[in-house]
């Protein structure tokens, strides 16, 4: 997990020594083990909020505290704090001090046994990091690849040049005249320079050929589908949204309300930044670990966050954050996030594609009107909602029999309801 | 064309030679192309060859083609901190007060992205916005007049060194005894008023003075002498059945303006519309809507009023008859039977006059004017104000302290009040912008906009308002109340103070949030107003009504030009003047942008030799004047030939003519401050010289008159509204022949009909009985749809972009053919007595937008569909879709639809709001800004209409009655306008689309239109 290390066995100097502690190390694994688990369990339960163990946090670290206080200590302490400080502990009131006053909620529930497998986890040495040499190796995107169809053309290849090559020789042995591969294309090509007819009919190919390419190349002039800037921040959606599950809509709160969806502000990364300073999961797009871990400092950079000190720097000018707009959408276009998030209920990934997956985001949506446009044909209204629906669906009920009508029926395809 | 030779210099006149050859030149100097391409040498050395050339520049083209294939990259900034209260992308409301010395109002202040970006009024408080409260907000972001940092002798300077230097000097001046004037406008402010008092409590040298530019200060007086407490009394025309109006604009800016009581009288469904009567020189608003308007000169107009005071008092006092005298007797009689419910008020700015009205109302036993709970929105005092000026220049005073007031422009005698500021020991300007007076004073501190402040208000006895900052400030500015807290000596800010002030002296008890929340709070009894409404001579009591009237009619001696000043609806006292939205909003009368102007009445253009010709491109110029009174001249003041002008009478706008500080654009009209003797807003005694030249007026109208077509105006005395079969005779209904039959208009039809009945259905509603003119819909529109301002040069050539126009029709001598022929005229004497408005016509207002028609002439023209019709009713306008055919605007039968010619936004060329950055900040991101070559149009507030469905939606209920409404419905307090879903049985538009007085503008053209008006309303039938 950490690079720091502060029980290293490099300093361990002989064999001995070593298999002393293995042998005292393999006497105890049994109980130690069971009591570092339960350790580990509370202590990502109950303490993991405001303490870790190779930094401050909210509250001091934790790693190797029993080297600093006594059991006892720790244990009058974690049951009620409050308590130990009025008996006049003078170590008590000083790490209260230290740390703005704020005091540590109580835990009178742990047993004695509890606090000391809480101990014990925060003295075990942390597992070996994996050398993750097998993860490295970054893998190939083979899902779009489009290796079988080559290799069937060039099979079709060969098989030509074989039916090619047998008729020459069938040639051959019928004693014509049998011209290299070459020969025959001049061939061809002075028959066709000899047709008016032929060239008339290329021309009017390429003519038509050029006509169609080049319509489909213009029409895609402004239509940026798979635009993917590179961000200030290399922020992973695919490490936010799909490994560690957090909703959309936590990020970009104002989705739900209003026109825009929202990029978040610098203090809602903060929400969950203050205790996360470090990246520790699998690295991406050519980014170490170290490079990313950087990437989360600039939100510090921005907000003014003093991580050593855990507190935000005070007379601090704030450095906004630029991102750089993936999703553009021209002025005269007028687009409602909440229409479709609220009202029609729409999953953020329908127009949007699977961000859970993209580190660097991407428009996945080509937003031309006709795609717009292709979709309120095709979505029905949900006319059962109560509320605004209802007498609408009465009205349509009664007066036509209709019980399904789509966004363009009621109205969705008019200019003026996006263009003003 | 005129035969009119045209000469640039004396020079070219006389025939010189040099000129002769010049002329011919297209440049002066001879291009140096010879020097270059004859020189074969050279050209055979250069390196680029033609063909190269061609390549380059080709090459060229397609790079730059091709990279404009590929998108800007943007950048989206989010917040580092985000304010809980706001989501991005919706809009908060906050209720707030204006009240800038000239114009009160609760307010609601739209905000986006923490940005004020619209004003409307807070309806819930009685509220009334009128078209500069409306623009106001846009001045908030008047970077370029506005102060942006306190200075010393025009050298930054910080804030606490300007404090430590002025406390120092008042100090000093303190201790010597020497007077220092605080000269303010007016502030209704109870808490302003509180500091005030505390700070000359710790300087007890200071003496404080209320200036209002444009000055009611007669009223106030007279209210001292009759009732012995300085302030104005308060009407509640709703109460009123006959309205008597002596030159009182009081839609206008009079006494703050009475526009929504007013036309609360006005309503003839209810059985009560009152009886009014306006007897002035100038067309004004007020006028405009009178059901009976007498032209008088300002002498006259003293004459009626005396002769009013002996008619209902029965005294005898000495006056000189006047053209009216019959109309003036009747008046007095309807009065007097109308007894208590009949009210009389003047707008002379004389003691006497208002002493006189006074005794009028006394002696009807009004219950209209209220005079214990009075108003306290003008208390400038123009006997202290001559005093200051009076000290200044003998230098008797040694310090002045300025704030929200500008004197150097206001005051008559500017000169005087400069050099005196110049002698004094210490002069502070504390100021909004950076004006005259600022320029001219030691320091000038800045004050932060109303926007960007907390503030409280008391305009009448007992009713509060309270402002709030609804953005921070832009520039480094403070609040004046802090800057006096500060400086005597009290360490708590404004804020803390205003809030203690009122749980102290206003609330009783009731919560500070929750009234800061609304926004207004009325008091039942108890006035925290402690500071006294200064003294004043007590003299002007013991004078008698028969010796208040001679002294009235001994004011006019000879037979000269009477000049009446005013404010204009745009501009009011100037404070505006750099507002481009209302310097682009047409007069309601002249319906003249861009300018003031001498109003001179028909008969006198004729005299003097004046008119208005027409040109070819459609505008209107006009001949200059200069005007002279008491020995001053305004040069070159552009004139308008004005029907309804009182004979011998002329008119013209305070409010224009500003310089410091205004940008170039807005740098228009002539200011007649100059000639504001006394405050006195009648000056006899005038002479009008005829001078050379033409001005080019921008004036979007130019027909005058309705010319008879009662398709477009229809009106009804209120005795045939009630007597009459609205089919039958003033609202029939147009019916065409078909089968040699007549039948209803919708059973002729080119088009399919399409059924509406489900989903919602929009119209609007216009009472042309309650329109007054007042043109705050204009403005709220320009807020709302991001209009563009064109320019003057511009409008001049029919291109003003006003989604919603007023136009104003007169009647003319001559409405229909038989009138014609009983006056024996015929064929083109006919149609130049249509075109031709009476000398004294009667006026109506017609708020003319898209009128949304159902079966549209423009969208069948369009030959790309960019204009279509929506299901609810309303014409869309794709503008991305839109090629500039510009087909539809010419099949358009109401003349509604604007092209932009150019870019507004950010083009040096049109240099207002749209083309600076903080300028920038007042459009509305929910509309788009279009862009050249585009046709717009009135929406009918379209992404107010799906704001407020999605609302519903997303709430998950129907939209409720009336929820529903567009800018100017919501701007518009005196309920004309009326918007709403006719598929909702219980939205008010729908009876209104039903009743007897609902009528469609053009309606034999078939269109359908969504928007429907209502026959105006006149009580001609006396009371």
Known sequence: MNSVKKHSLQTRTTILTFFVSLFFFIFSINTFAQDVAHGKKLFKGNCAACHKLDKKSVGPALGGVAERRTAEWLRAWVKDNGALRKTGDADANAIFKEFGSSPMPAFPTFSDEDIDAIIAYTSAKPAAPKQAAGAVAVKEDVKNSSWPMYLLLGALGVLLLMVFSLFQQLKGIRGETSYSLGGYLNKIWEAFLANGFLKFLAVIFFLLASAFFGFGALANIGVDTGYQPIQEIAFSHKVHAGDNKIDCQYCHSSAKHSKTSGIPSANVCMNCHKNISEYTGEPFGGHSKEDLTKEIAKIYVATGWDADNFKYKENFVPKPIKWTRVHNLPDFAYYNHSQHVTVAGLKCQKCHGPVEEMHEVYQFSPLTMGWCINCHRETEVDLTKEGYYKKIHEQLAQKYGVEKVTIAQLGGMECGKCHY | ?1023
């Open chain 2, 1 to 1023: 064309m005129s035969n009119k030779k045209y000469w640039q210099s004396v020079e070219e006149l006389k025939g010189n030679a040099v000129l002769e050859g010049l002329k011919q030149k297209e440049f002066v100097e001879k291009l140096p192309t010879d020097v270059f391409l004859g020189d074969k040498e050279t050209l055979e050395a250069s390196s680029t060859t033609r063909r190269d050339f061609l390549k380059y520049v080709g090459f060229s083209t397609a790079v730059a083609s091709l990279a404009s294939c590929e998108g800007p990259i943007r950048k989206a900034i989010p917040y580092v901190v985000k304010p809980d209260v706001n989501t991005v992308g919706i809009a908060d409301w906050y209720a707030s007060t204006i009240a800038n010395g000239f114009d009160y109002a609760n307010v609601l202040v739209k905000t986006r992205e923490g940005r004020p970006i619209q004003i409307m009024p807070n309806k819930e408080a009685n509220g009334t916005t009128n078209a500069r409260i409306q623009a106001s907000v846009l001045s908030l972001y008047d970077e370029h007049l506005r102060l942006k940092e306190p200075t010393k002798e025009g050298k930054k300077i910080t804030w606490s060194s300007a404090d430590s230097e002025i406390i120092a000097k008042l100090k000093t001046l303190q201790a010597a005894n020497k007077p220092v004037v605080l000269l303010t406008g007016t502030i209704i402010s109870p808490s302003a008023k509180k500091i005030i008092s505390q700070l000359i409590t710790a300087y007890p040298n200071i003496q404080h003075i209320s200036y209002d530019a444009v000055s009611e200060s007669a009223t106030a007086d007279a209210m001292k002498a009759v009732y012995g407490k300085r302030g104005l009394p308060n009407y509640d025309f709703s109460k009123a059945k006959v309205i008597a109006s002596i030159g009182a604009d009081f839609l206008g800016d009079w006494q703050g303006g009475y526009a929504k009581s007013y036309t609360a009288s006005r309503i003839p469904e209810e059985g009560k519309m009152s009886y009014h009567v306006q007897l002035e020189s100038n067309m004004s608003l007020t006028g405009a809507n009178a059901d009976r308007r007498i032209g008088l000169k300002p002498s006259e107009q003293v004459s009626a009023l005396i002769s009013l005071y002996n008619e209902i008092t029965g005294a005898s006092i000495a006056t000189k008859p006047t053209v009216a005298e019959k109309e003036i007797q009747a008046l007095a009689s309807a009065l007097k039977k109308a007894g208590s419910k009949a009210v009389v008020v003047t707008g002379l700015n004389d003691v006497n006059a208002q002493r006189i009205a006074l005794e009028i109302n006394k002696a009807l036993n009004s219950e209209v004017i209220d005079i214990k709970k009075l108003s306290y929105v003008r208390q400038g005092n123009d006997a202290q104000v001559a005093q200051l000026q009076a000290d200044l220049k003998s230098g008797a005073i040694s310090g002045l302290i300025t704030y929200n007031v500008n004197p150097l422009y206001t005051l008559a005698n500017a000169t005087d009040f400069a050099e005196g500021i110049k002698k004094l020991d210490l002069s502070v300007a504390l100021s909004v912008e950076n004006d005259e007076t600022a320029n001219a004073m030691q320091y000038a501190l800045p004050v932060s906009h109303f926007l960007e402040s907390w503030g409280d208000a008391m305009p009448t006895e007992g009713n509060f308002g309270l402002t709030q900052p609804t953005i921070k400030p832009l520039f480094n500015t403070r609040q004046a109340e802090d800057t006096f807290l500060k400086w005597s000596g009290d360490t708590t800010n404004y804020y803390d103070f205003l809030k203690s002030f009122w749980n102290d002296e206003i609330l009783e008890g009731t919560s500070w949030n929750k009234v800061l929340q609304d926004g207004f709070y009325t008091k039942a009894s108890g006035s925290p107003m402690t500071v006294d409404l200064s003294e004043t001579n007590s003299e002007e009591s013991a004078v008698s009504i028969s010796e208040a009237a001679s002294a009235l009619l001994n004011n006019k001696k000879g037979n000269a030009y009477e000049l009446q000043l005013y404010t204009s609806t745009a501009i009011g006292d100037g404070k505006l003047a750099n507002n481009p939205w209302l310097q682009e909003l047409p007069d309601p009368i002249t319906r003249v942008t861009w300018d003031n102007y001498l109003a001179v009445s028909m008969a006198d253009a004729e005299k003097l030799g004046f008119s208005n010709p027409v040109q070819d491109n459609g505008a209107i110029n006009g001949n200059y004047a200069n005007v002279t009174v008491n020995g001053v001249t305004l040069k070159n003041v552009p004139v308008i030939v004005q029907p309804g002008q009182a004979n011998g009478s002329v008119g013209l706008a305070l409010g224009y003519g500003r310089k410091q500080g205004l940008k170039e654009a807005m740098q228009v009209g002539v200011n007649a401050y100059p000639v504001y003797f006394g405050g006195n807003n009648v000056q006899y005694n005038v002479s009008i010289e005829k001078v050379a030249g033409w001005h080019h007026f921008a004036c979007p109208q130019v027909q005058s008159t309705v010319a008879g077509r009662t398709e477009i105006i229809r009106e009804v005395s209120l005795h045939d509204l009630h007597h009459e079969d609205p089919q039958e005779s003033w609202n029939a209904k147009f019916k065409p022949s078909y089968d040699h039959k007549e039948v209803a208009a919708e059973k002729v039809d080119l088009w399919d009909g399409f059924n509406r009945e489900i989903g919602h259905h929009f119209n609007l509603s216009i009472d042309l009985s309650t329109c007054t003119g007042c043109g705050a819909c204009v403005i709220a529109c320009h807020a709302e749809n991001n209009v563009p301002v064109v320019g003057k040069k511009e409008v001049r050539v029919g291109r003003d972009m006003h989604w919603l126009r007023i136009d104003r029709y007169y009647s003319s001598k001559v409405e229909t053919r038989e009138e014609a022929k009983k006056m024996g005229l015929s064929g083109g004497d006919y149609f130049d007595v249509l075109e031709n408005p009476a000398e004294n016509p009667t006026v109506v207002f017609q708020p003319m937008m898209c009128q949304h028609c159902n079966h549209a002439p423009c969208e069948t023209v369009c030959p790309v569909a960019a204009t279509s019709h929506g299901r609810q009713g309303q014409n869309q306008m794709a503008y991305n879709r839109c090629v500039g055919t510009r087909y539809c605007a010419n099949n358009c039968p109401y003349r509604v639809r604007r092209f932009n010619w150019f870019n507004y936004a950010q083009n040096k060329e049109f240099d207002f709001n749209m083309n600076d950055d903080y300028g920038r900040m007042v459009l509305n991101p929910d509309v788009v800004v279009r862009s050249r070559g585009v046709m717009e149009k009135c929406s009918m507030c379209i992404q107010m209409t799906q704001a407020t469905i999605l609302k519903a939606k997303k709430e998950g209920r129907a939209v409720k009655t009336d929820e529903f409404q567009t800018a100017c419905s919501s701007a518009c307090t005196t309920g004309a306008m009326v918007f709403g879903d006719i598929n909702n049985k219980e939205d008010k538009v729908t009876k209104l689309k039903e009743d007897k007085r609902a009528y469609h503008v053009l309606e034999s053209v078939a269109t359908q239109p969504n928007v429907v008006y209502q026959v105006k309303v006149n009580n001609t039938h006396k009371a």
